[in-house]
DNA sequence: GCCAACGTTGGC
DNA sequence: GCCAACGTTGGC
């Protein structure tokens, strides 16, 4: 089983959006970066956990959700009025792919950004290194527990 | 809203 | 294949 960390804008898509949704599953789709979609294509298996992150909005980790379906082509790529419409892949060859995700859990308390960078054994989180923007990034085993257990001992 | 850091595009 | 120009991401 793998782990990884999924970025969202929560204006665009939050948690709170995730956990609405029908079955609380929803695609994950509009990602337009090559190493994103490498991840998401290529190595993300059904069951694999994923910490859920609000960018850009006071940036933080603010749940979990699994994987519960495998890569597939991202249709929106197709779509004239999608916002993530890309004119330049065609359907016999699909150039972006997405997976489904399904809500796991809320943080009664999200982790900050600058709190994540103070927890011991976290330092060489992706997510942490300098200039580090990808959307979709790998996160180890002890990271993932690292940050679990923190969030449990936060709603103590 | 600003802007630094990245990624992509396209002329040559 | 280089690299300048452009567009985007995302912390602040």
């Known amino acids: 089983m793998k782990y990884w960390l999924m970025k969202s804008e929560p204006n665009d898509f939050s ?14 789709d509009g990602v ?14 059904l069951g694999d956990r994923v910490l859920f992150y609000h960018s850009r ?23 004239p009025n999608d916002h993530h419409f ?17 809500f796991e859990q809320e943080f009664v308390r999200p982790i900050p950004l600058p709190e994540l960078r103070k927890i011991a054994g976290l330092e ?4 942490l290194q300098k200039g580090s923007r990808l959307s979709v990034q790998p ?8 940050i679990l257990n923190y969030a449990a001992s936060q709603e103590a």
Not at 32 to 45: G, L, P, S
Not at 65 to 72: L, M, N, P
Not at 139 to 146: A, K, N, P, Q
């Open 15 to 28: 948690i709170e959006d995730l956990k609405n949704r029908p079955n609380q599953i929803e695609p994950w």
């Open 32 to 45: 337009r970066n090559y190493q994103a979609r490498n991840y998401m294509r290529d190595e993300m298996k």
């Open 57 to 79: 909005t006071n940036p933080s980790v603010v749940g979990t959700a699994k994987v519960v379906k495998e890569s597939y082509p991202d249709h929106t790529a197709w779509d």
């Open 86 to 102: 890309d004119p330049k892949t065609d359907k016999d060859n699909p150039r972006w792919y997405m997976v489904d995700v399904q």
């Open 124 to 127: 060489k989180m992706v997510l």
């Open 139 to 146: 996160v180890t085993e002890g990271e993932f527990e690292i």
